[in-house]
């Protein structure tokens, strides 16, 4: 048997509820996005630089971002947990399994820094 490691502790529920959260935030973002282009009948740097320079837009980014990683993380473990599995793979599945989701987890805190500095750097 596999252990959730996602949720240190809790049972699949609090999994299901963050991917839940995070596809309606993720929906939202990309609704406005859309609607804002669909206003824009051509979109200027400055339109785009000022939209993004709101601390609303910012926060709202930040929020998606966030959820966009939770999402993903969750994804991961769940499709490395179903098909890395000693079956497929053999003795050296959980090896294998780990290093996979260690990269994946790596990739993600960067693409979560990399976000943040993004949105509120220079």
């Not at 240190?8 to 935030?25: K, T």
């Not at 999402?71 to 000693?86: E, K, N």
């Not at 003795?91 to 820094?113: D, H, I």
């Amino acid at each position: 048997m596999v252990t959730n490691v996602t949720s240190f502790g809790r049972s699949g529920l609090a999994d299901w509820v963050v991917q839940r959260v995070s596809a309606v935030i993720l929906a939202a973002y990309t609704l406005f996005l859309v609607f804002w282009f669909l206003q824009q009948p051509e979109v200027q740097y400055a339109q785009w630089l000022a939209l993004f320079e709101s601390t609303g837009m910012r926060i709202f980014s930040l929020l998606a971002l966030l959820s966009l990683i939770a999402h993903a993380w969750v994804g991961v473990w769940t499709i490395t947990t179903d098909y890395l599995t000693p079956l497929s793979l053999g003795k050296a599945a959980t090896a294998v399994r780990f290093v996979v989701q260690c990269a994946c987890m790596v990739a993600l805190f960067v693409y979560l820094v990399w976000g943040i500095d993004i949105l509120w750097g220079n």
